[in-house]
């Protein structure tokens, strides 16, 4: 029943923009179809239709303008048809598009619907006086940034390439990594309006074929009119609903979707935004770094066990001390309750009270830090929070022991690798605060089984969101919550080659 709760019915239908204009034919008279292209690009000044009509064979180029190689349109194609032209007086204008130095990669298109996407892509679209079809020529470029190291996933040691907003250079970025030749980039389409250019791609050898085909079904048959980026994607194929845990791991690093390939799972690649996105994905691969696997495995299991332990904190730690200093006294040591009364003397508002206020202020903090330009950004969050703290306490709103609660558990949720989850621990964190204002300890408890049993409920793709925990896969601890050796995961094939040489 509670799985199902969490669960949305979704009614996926097929439906394309340019279905109204699939029954529209390219005519043989040239001025009726750029008329027709006309009334379907309409007036913006970036739209250009360039026209030929002076030369035996008239013509007309159409394209838009920053989003094509107006000097390889000049060079390749232009020149070249007004050249033979002239020279040639045995003129055929089906001939004509064959003339110019990139005839092996022209396409023809006998209905509008077939021009009308190209165009927008940034192909040019030949229309020629005679010939009841047209000509699309690949001419893309725009301006893109060069390949950086990314900000949201930082590491002291490992690559420092990320991917960018361009779908051919995170190609080449992860080919650069795998050079392997079952390594497929199919692409698609998604939004009515948008058209947005995604890649599914995976390693055909490896893959999980019931994951590809249940990605390549839910991105095939999407109804919407609009994706900007991988996060609404997300949203929209997610099968969990409602639940605050993501089910699609995002990441920006070459070398976390490379390694993603290699194990079976499926890379979705966006065009306008360097955030990737891999499925199926775990409960457990959100502990996990790309950086574990450059240090040594001892470091790497402590580290992935400090991220554990704070996102423990993050979630319970506000709640645990509202629990234990309103109803659970005999739980602390004496001295220390001792101490905490004395904090507490004079404080005008109880626990419950004073951990939301003050976690409702540190979130105001840290949204306002992110928000803010970036030279002050920071120093507006840190002085704030200090500032704040300090000021609260000695006007006696506040006991100076909330603060280095709030404090803590502000900390631990920078821990974790990805933004997206620890938003999760973030959220729940105010349930979790409710409960133990209300029912203590006791509530905290049933939450958090009510919280298990709703991990092991959600799925990724088909797949259990908490495996191999649950259901328990003996095989795959070496790299589950600590990351044993990396000659304990090789073949015992490779193993003895090892051993050998």
């Known amino acids: 029943m509670s799985q199902q709760f969490f669960k949305r019915k979704r009614h996926y239908t097929e439906s394309s923009e340019t279905e109204k204009y699939e029954h529209l034919l390219v005519s043989s008279d040239l001025k009726t179809n750029l008329i027709e292209i006309e009334n379907i690009l309409g007036d913006s000044i970036d739209v250009k239709i360039v026209q030929f009509m002076e030369l035996p064979i008239p013509f007309a180029i159409c394209y838009i303008e920053g989003l094509i190689n107006k000097q390889q349109l000049e060079l390749s194609i232009i020149e070249p048809i007004k050249s033979w032209q002239l020279k040639d007086t045995t003129l055929q204008p089906i001939d004509l598009v064959h003339q110019t130095e990139v005839s092996a990669v022209i396409s023809t298109c006998d209905h509008f619907n077939l021009i009308v996407t190209p165009v927008l892509k940034g192909q040019a679209i030949i229309f020629v006086d005679g010939v009841n079809q047209a000509y699309s020529i690949p001419l893309e470029t725009w301006e893109t940034r060069g390949v ?5 996933q930082t590491m002291v040691r490992g690559p420092r390439e990320g991917f960018i907003e361009t ?5 080449t970025l992860l080919r650069r990594r795998i050079s392997n030749p079952t390594l497929r980039f199919k692409p698609f389409e998604v939004g009515k309006i948008t058209k947005t250019t995604i890649l599914v791609s995976y390693l055909e050898s490896q893959v999980d074929q019931e994951v590809l085909q249940e990605v390549i079904k839910r991105v095939t048959n999407l109804n919407t009119d609009k994706i900007f980026e991988s996060g609404m994607l997300e949203e929209l194929i997610d099968e969990n609903g409602y639940s605050p845990f993501p089910t699609f791991q995002s990441t920006e690093r070459p070398d976390v979707a490379a390694a993603a390939l290699t194990e079976g799972n499926v890379v979705i690649m966006f065009e306008g935004t360097p955030f990737v996105l891999i499925t199926p994905t775990t409960f457990i691969s959100f502990f996990q ?14 580290i992935r066990f400090i991220r554990v332990l704070s996102f423990m904190i993050s979630l319970a730690l506000p709640a645990t001390y509202i629990a234990v200093t309103t109803f659970h006294h005999e739980l602390i040591p004496t001295n220390l309750l001792v101490s ?63 603060v280095i609660v709030v404090s803590l558990t502000a900390i631990s949720s920078f821990v974790s690798p990805y933004y997206a989850f620890s938003g999760a621990a973030r959220l729940l964190r105010f349930v979790l605060m409710i409960l133990a204002a209300t029912t203590g300890i006791f509530g905290m408890i049933f939450f958090m089984l009510g919280l298990l049993i709703h991990l092991c ?3 990724s793709m088909g797949k259990p969101y908490f495996t191999p925990l649950a259901p328990f896969q003996s095989g795959k601890q070496k790299d589950s919550l600590l990351r044993l050796p990396l000659w304990w995961t090789q073949t015992k094939l490779h193993r003895k080659r090892v051993n050998k040489s």
Do not use: C
């Not at 950086?148 to 949201?152: F, G, I, K, L, Y």
């Not at 949204?367 to 300090?390: D, F, K, L, T, W």
């Open 167 to 171: 779908l051919q250079t995170n190609t």
């Open 340 to 402: 905490l009364a004395a904090q507490r003397e004079g404080v005008p508002f109880p626990a419950f009270v004073e951990a939301l206020v003050m976690e409702t202020i540190f979130e105001i903090l840290r949204e306002a830090g992110i928000r803010m330009p970036r030279p002050i950004g920071s120093a507006v969050s840190i002085v704030g929070a200090i500032v704040i703290g300090e000021s609260a306490v000695a006007a006696g709103l506040v006991s100076p022991a909330i």
């Open 148 to 152: 950086e190291e990314p900000e949201a």
């Open 457 to 459: 409920s959600l799925t």
């Open 289 to 302: 770094a790309a950086e574990d696997y450059y240090h040594h495995f001892d470091l790497s299991s402590f």
